[in-house]
């Protein structure tokens, strides 16, 4: 995955996500929010880059928001 798509799915979680006590259940917060987000076509379809100028899935874009659900759960296994 190109570091710069993971770094606009990142850049489209709430603060809120990120102020868990240890960076593993940071990950994780972030990674489930992510993959939840990824699992109603509607809300992929808000992400934004993080220029907020282009959208992430629509219009041009290469990537889907499937690649990303699938890419967010081998990394969730990964880790996990």
């Known amino acids: 995955m190109p570091s710069f798509f993971l770094e606009c799915l990142v850049w489209n979680v709430p603060h809120p996500h990120f102020k868990n006590y240890t960076h593993k259940e940071k990950v ?7 993959y939840a987000d990824m699992s109603v076509v509607e809300t992929a379809h808000e992400y934004a880059e993080v220029s907020d100028l282009l959208w992430l899935f629509k219009g041009q874009s290469a990537r889907t928001h499937e690649q990303a659900k699938t890419f967010l759960e081998k990394v969730y296994v990964l880790i996990n």
């Not at 994780?28 to 992510?34: G, Q, S, W």
């Open 28 to 34: 994780n917060d972030v990674l489930k929010k992510l």
